[in-house]
């Protein structure tokens, strides 16, 4: 079953505008992570926040959570045509047996420039 | 370091044959986990092995899928009688201890099957 849901699936803006993409998920977690994925290639790590975490920072990306709203945010400041990617947040169930992490169906980010 | 290798990159089969994809972890990483990608679509969870412990086989879709990991490194995703349905990317991750931590994910096994 589905846990992360990203909004929007689709954004397009100009290279140098901020890209916001949001993640909401439906049951309590241990950590959140941002991943991003180009075009025929596996996914790559970005950010882990953790459940008690409410924003980290890596260079140009800042992710937020709000485990009240069960939801978190992805913004990629200063954007640049090679940000163009699919962008997905995956969630890490709280569970004691221990599960995979559960991915969203990703935002597809086109920075044109 | 070598990342997550996996092959064949492209596997073209005929519809009720038997395929078997390969996944070789980061050395050291003790869980190891199969995702299928479907075009456009997200990441389904398939299965996943930590350590020694039992597998969580939770999310194959059907008894046609299998997979096991011999000596706690490579593993193999074995689809029986493949459909038409089973056409997708298949990615393997893996990581590198108990405690959750980012997962590296390979390139994945584009499977088409006609």
């Known amino acids: 079953s589905q846990q992360g849901e990203e909004d929007p699936q689709a954004l397009s803006i100009q290279e140098g505008e901020n890209a916001t993409m949001n993640c909401s998920y439906k049951?309590?977690?241990?950590?959140l992570q941002w991943y991003r994925q180009n075009s025929g290639r596996g996914l790559v790590h970005l950010i882990l926040?953790?459940?008690?975490?409410r924003e980290k920072h890596s260079g140009r990306l800042r992710v937020t959570l709000d485990t009240s709203k069960k939801s978190s945010s992805l913004l990629i400041t200063a954007s640049r045509a090679a940000d163009t990617a699919s962008y997905f947040c995956?969630?890490?169930?709280?569970?004691?047996?221990?599960?995979?992490?559960?991915f969203g169906k990703g935002t597809t980010l086109s920075v044109s420039s | 370091g070598a990342g997550v290798s996996q092959s064949p990159s492209n596997k073209v089969t005929e519809k009720g044959k038997d395929v078997e994809l390969r996944c070789d972890p980061i050395?050291?990483?003790?869980?190891l986990y199969w995702y299928r990608q479907s075009l456009g679509q997200g990441l389904e969870f398939l299965i996943y092995?930590?350590?020694?412990?039992?597998?969580?086989k939770s999310g194959l879709p059907s008894d046609r899928f299998s997979a096991e990991r011999t000596g706690g490194s490579v593993s193999t995703l074995t689809i029986q009688r493949t459909q038409q349905e089973d056409s997708a990317v298949y990615l393997c991750?893996?990581?590198?201890?108990?405690?959750?931590?980012?997962?590296?994910f390979g390139n994945g096994t584009r499977l088409t099957v006609t």
């Open positions: 995956a969630t890490d169930l709280n569970d004691q047996a221990g599960t995979a992490l559960i």
């Open positions: 926040i953790r459940s008690n975490e």
């Open positions: 050395s050291g990483h003790t869980a």
């Open positions: 092995f930590q350590g020694n412990s039992a597998p969580d």
């Open positions: 049951t309590s977690i241990n950590n």
């Open positions: 991750a893996s990581s590198p201890r108990q405690v959750r931590s980012p997962l590296h």
